[in-house]
């Protein structure tokens, strides 16, 4: 009987064993568990990153990455990163080349002019005798339409003022125009800001929700894991208990074999008590162990509730994550269509400010020229009167004109 305690005793604590050995081992798969999908975030060893960061931040952008990663995480972002830089710089140097093609492409252009000049001076002598043949005629042209001429600047000379006068009064109006003009293109390019805004906090909100389903993701895989983990250990815990209730009939056997084996005791007498002494042992022994076992499969019983409880909130949770999921994927497709919708929109409204900054640039361009239109009207109006001041000077001007023909003659 001491024999089937003392066996019953080591088979509760090989258990016991087993049990902390099994957390143990489960503590450690959790903990590899975490520092995988940790390093799958960062897409490689953090010392290989720190390395690749410190050669990118010193200007080596032909760094090594490893082909065998996928372009996820930390990783997928610095290869993108540098992929970029590439792209422009190389646009950068194209640029660079473009400016010096029309860098040559001008000094083409004023060694043409030079020799464009040089002509001209060639020309010049042999125009003159040629020119010279042509102003007598247009002396004889110039003397006989003097008259005529002074009567039409008269005339040019009242309609320049009228134009004048209408030209000050368009300006006015150029001028309230292109203010309003310059509201509306304020207006639009605040409309197409708070439009660019609410396009990137539409992004941000896409970016959030669909990192929150796959978080809540990977938090419903972890929940159904945890609740296999609860369903073993509840098994377990129930074989413990199994386990207890035949010690505690091993024990309660004990206890009586001690007892009747006390009696027998008694009843032999003298020659009896040292063996009543140790069935008098035995059954405390018995008692102790009955004990024991009690209060372990008090302590079973409550792990057993424990892991019913946690399997029915494991599985409370599991719901809730599965319906948080819908919810969000849910809230990432709408999502998803008001960004489509934002860039229709941002396009739109960045449609509307480039039309309305071009309006804006041509409403000064045609204020500009009305004023320059008021400016030379002003001037042609002087020229008038200057004109037929020096209309009465022309005919004695086209005498001296005949003297420089002649000179001109002379000297070719």
Do not use: C
């Not at 042992?281 to 409550?302: D, H, I, N």
């Not at 400010?353 to 320059?372: L, M």
């Amino acid at each position: 009987m001491a024999a089937n305690s003392y066996q019953a005793f080591e088979t509760a604590r090989i258990i016991t064993i087993a049990g902390i050995m099994l957390s143990v081992f489960l503590g450690i798969g959790l903990g590899y568990w975490m520092a995988r999908n940790m390093r799958r975030q960062l897409g490689d060893e953090p010392a290989s990153l720190s390395e690749l960061a410190l050669s990118i931040a010193g200007g080596n952008l032909e760094a090594q990455f490893n082909p065998a990663l996928p372009d996820i995480g930390v990783f997928g972002a610095m290869k993108q990163m540098v992929t970029t830089l590439k792209s422009k710089i190389l646009e950068a140097n194209q640029k660079t080349e473009e400016a010096a093609q029309e860098s040559e492409k001008a000094k083409i252009a004023m060694a043409q002019a030079e020799e464009a000049r040089r002509q001209a001076e060639r020309a010049k002598a042999e125009g003159m005798l040629q020119a010279a043949r042509q102003l007598e005629g247009v002396v004889k042209v110039v003397s006989s339409a003097s008259e005529e001429l002074s009567a039409q600047v008269e005339q040019s000379s009242r309609g320049a003022d009228e134009q004048s006068n209408r030209v000050r009064e368009t300006a006015t109006a150029m001028e309230e125009m292109n203010a309003t003009v310059l509201e509306v293109a304020k207006n639009a390019q605040m409309a197409a800001d708070i439009s660019t805004q609410t396009k990137n906090q539409a992004l941000e909100g896409s970016r959030i929700v669909n990192n929150a389903v796959a978080s809540i993701k990977s938090v419903h895989t972890q929940s159904l894991a945890i609740k296999e983990d609860m369903d073993a250990l509840g098994q377990q815990a129930e074989g413990i208990g199994q386990i207890m209730s035949v010690i505690a009939d091993i024990a309660d056997q004990t206890n009586l074999l001690a007892l009747n084996a006390a009696i027998e005791a008694a009843r032999a007498g003298d020659a009896g008590r040292g063996f009543a002494v140790v069935a008098d042992e035995v059954r405390k022994l018995a008692e102790k162990t009955m004990t024991a076992t009690q209060e372990v499969g008090q302590a079973v019983q409550g792990i057993q509730e424990g892991t019913k409880k946690n399997i029915q909130n494991v599985d409370n949770a599991g719901s809730a994550i599965e319906e948080a999921a819908n919810i969000s994927v849910t809230s990432g497709e709408s999502l998803s269509k008001i960004l489509e919708l934002v860039n229709l929109v941002n396009d739109q409204v960045q449609s509307i400010a480039t039309a309305s900054e071009q309006q804006s640039a041509a409403s000064e361009e045609i204020n500009r020229s009305v004023e320059q239109v008021a400016s030379i009207s002003e001037e042609t109006a002087q020229a008038m009167e200057h004109a037929s001041r020096a209309v009465a000077d022309l005919a004695q001007q086209s005498q001296v004109l005949q003297g420089l023909i002649v000179e001109m003659k002379s000297a070719t």
